[in-house]
């Protein structure tokens, strides 16, 4: 298994373009979720998806999108970025949407807005 | 509304020294806490959790944690530790019922001192 895999590993954008951040995974886990790390802030979660077709918003989801057509992709759409979204952004899984399982991390995707 | 502080931000320690990393949190229901590790350029992995049972959880890598529901605290020990050990350690509590969503701390960078 490949576990959780993203892409790109880099990316630098100028303000007011728009890209997507891949996500999948291959362990047909029910749950995933994208975060944004900050220096001091920790883990922010942007978008969670409890399945296929199902999405709801975390604690910072203004200026993002997400979809969910299948189990194993999540990709998570900036409209128009801010230098404010600089940030490392994480994908995670989950096999079920019980709050006692583990979530499974991608390796990130550092992007930089200027 | 579930919150989780790590007061300590750095936390340096020498080589075969005991470190401890404290987590505390604040909820009004019954949660699960986590404590996840970060190496440089890596995504999170899980070192334990606690769900219930015994206050004393073993994890990976010769970790361990402590559930202590009168002070709400979830502080992770270890007796000993390696130059491997230097991360950023990253304690989450996520509710035991309702909508499923993890609550990170601000994280704590250990470094462990030759």
């Known amino acids: 298994n490949a576990g959780v895999t993203q892409t790109p590993k880099f990316q630098v954008l100028k303000t007011g373009q728009s890209m997507t951040l891949q996500c999948a995974q291959d362990?047909?886990?029910?749950?995933m979720s994208w975060y944004r790390q900050d220096p001091g802030m920790g883990l922010r979660l942007i978008h969670y998806?409890?399945?296929?077709?199902?999405?709801d918003q975390g604690e910072v989801p203004n200026g993002y999108n997400v979809s969910r057509s299948t189990t194993e992709d999540f990709p998570l759409r900036l409209l128009s970025a801010a230098p404010s979204q600089t940030s490392v952004y994480f994908c995670?899984?989950?096999?079920?949407?019980?709050?006692?399982?583990?979530?499974?991390f991608g390796p990130g995707t550092r992007l930089t807005v200027l | 509304a579930q919150s989780v502080t790590q007061l300590d931000s750095q936390v340096p320690v020498f080589e075969e020294a005991p470190v401890e990393l404290r987590c505390n949190y604040s909820?009004?229901?019954?949660?699960?806490l986590f404590w996840y590790v970060q190496y440089p350029n890596q995504g999170l992995q899980l070192l334990l959790k606690?769900?219930?049972?015994?206050?004393l959880v073993k994890g990976i890598n010769g970790f361990e944690a402590e559930f202590n529901k009168s002070q709400t605290s979830f502080h992770l020990r270890k007796p000993s530790v390696h130059i491997s050990d230097t991360a950023e350690y990253f304690c989450?509590?996520?509710?035991?019922?309702?909508?499923?969503?993890?609550?990170f701390g601000t994280g704590t960078r250990l470094k462990v001192l030759a």
């Open positions: 995670a899984s989950s096999p079920g949407r019980e709050a006692y399982n583990e979530q499974f």
């Open positions: 362990m047909n886990h029910e749950y």
């Open positions: 998806s409890v399945g296929a077709g199902i999405t």
């Open positions: 909820s009004s229901v019954s949660v699960y």
């Open positions: 606690y769900l219930s049972g015994s206050t």
């Open positions: 989450a509590v996520s509710r035991a019922s309702g909508t499923y969503k993890y609550i």
